[in-house]
């Protein structure tokens, strides 16, 4: 069955440092790619998509290229603030549905 | 646009009862679907309903059930609670399309005692 694979976590950083979470995914046909990120106590919020092959997804300086020739969905951030402390999850949609890697937990500290 | 709306936040039941909880869609939105998320198993799809047909189930027991009314909101039920359930469940709204993107809710967070 489908499913997506994340790095584990936590990812700490400095504020102002680059930020990567990897994420691959093994999927039948051409499904949609997304990160959400949860904050403490909240649900959660979708941050960027992309919907087909070379798509890039981007937001709030977070950017993520959908890459089918290597399965994977990356998100990137060219320099990490405080507020960006959070858990990251990766997912995949097919028809309404939506499977999760188990988040990656990012701290940044000042 | 209000978002998704979920209650209650926060609940607290004793093994063996029943829960409800309830979920207002978006605006406009016809597809709600549930999730659980416990620390163990992650993000777990439960079930997606569209205008008020269940159109997908995830690996869950009959104990989890759902339904959608006809002016879209939604309520999911677990019957004879186990410690295990206790959660936070996720209510999701979408326009139902294939490819359109699933808003959240604050959530529900369940503890089962």
């Known amino acids: 069955g489908d499913s997506v694979t994340q790095m584990e976590g936590p990812v700490t950083l400095s504020e102002e440092a680059f930020l990567t979470i990897n994420c691959t995914y093994t999927?039948?046909?051409?499904?949609?790619l997304f990160w959400y990120v949860q904050y403490p106590g909240e649900g959660l919020q979708l941050l960027l998509k992309?919907?087909?092959?070379?798509d890039k997804g981007s937001n709030k300086g977070f950017e993520a290229t959908y890459r089918k020739e290597t399965t994977s969905f990356h998100l990137e951030k060219g320099s990490v603030q405080v507020s960006d402390s959070a858990v990251y999850f990766c997912?995949?949609?097919?028809?309404?549905?939506?499977?999760f890697g188990t988040g990656t937990r990012l701290l940044v500290s000042p | 646009k209000a978002g998704v709306t979920q209650t209650p936040r926060y609940l607290i039941k004793t093994r063996g009862q029943q829960v409800t909880l309830s979920c207002s869609p978006i605006?406009?939105?016809?597809?709600v679907s549930w999730y659980q998320q416990t620390p163990g198993q992650g993000l777990q799809f439960l079930f997606e309903?569209?205008?008020?047909?269940?159109?997908n189930k995830g690996n869950f027991p009959g104990r989890f059930s759902g339904r959608q009314f006809s002016n879209s909101r939604s309520e999911m039920n677990v019957s004879t609670l186990e410690l295990g359930d206790s959660a936070l469940y996720l209510c999701?709204?979408?326009?139902?399309?294939?490819?359109?993107?699933?808003?959240f809710g604050e959530g529900s967070w369940l503890t089962v005692v």
């Open positions: 999927a039948t046909g051409y499904p949609s």
């Open positions: 999701a709204s979408s326009e139902g399309g294939s490819g359109n993107t699933i808003y």
């Open positions: 997912a995949l949609g097919g028809f309404q549905k939506l499977v």
């Open positions: 992309a919907t087909k092959a070379d």
């Open positions: 309903y569209f205008s008020e047909t269940q159109r």
């Open positions: 605006s406009g939105h016809r597809s």
